[in-house]
């Protein structure tokens, strides 16, 4: 497995910042590559993507939720991967997001695209976007606080 960690600064409220992180069906408005993602239901999602010019798709699992600071998932099927956004307070309108993330990359294509730093530059690049996004707009499209621990949820 591979590891990726990229950390940036947004210039809005924790729980904006938060909110609009837990609206996972617009990931596709700023993240490169991502075509579709489905809420399944209140733990699970179904993703369709572009990676190294093959389309995939693949389910996760949240496994760990908990409002204004992280949101953890596993995928189920398809493409491996897991990881963690964590959720900081640098001052009343500063967050601080970091993204932690294991991926296994597939085939020669992907292999290659990793070892040139593709997928890092990826990543940093949905996190900016992901700035911008929310930057841009006077509120969050919308915001899920119930938390999940495990196999337990709580709304």
Do not use: C
Not at 16 to 41: A, C, H, I, R, S
Not at 124 to 152: M, N, P, V, Y
């Amino acid at each position: 497995m591979e590891h990726i960690e990229k950390s940036i600064e947004v210039e809005a409220p924790l729980d904006k910042v938060y909110n609009q992180w837990t609206q996972f069906e617009d990931f596709p408005e700023f993240m490169e590559g991502v075509e579709e993602v489905k809420q399944l239901d209140e733990k699970h999602l179904h993703w369709v993507a572009e990676i190294g010019g093959k389309k995939k798709e693949w389910d996760a699992e949240i496994y760990e939720q908990v409002p204004d600071q992280k949101v953890a998932w596993r995928s189920t099927t398809g493409a491996r991967n897991a990881g963690i956004v964590e959720f900081r307070p640098k001052d009343q309108n500063h967050t601080q997001v970091t993204l932690k993330m294991d991926y296994e990359p597939e085939g020669a294509t992907e292999k290659i695209g990793d070892a040139l730093g593709i997928v890092s530059r990826r990543v940093e690049g949905d996190l900016e976007r992901f700035r911008e996004f929310i930057q841009s707009r006077k509120s969050e499209t919308g915001g899920w606080r119930g938390e999940i621990h495990g196999d337990a949820t709580q709304s």
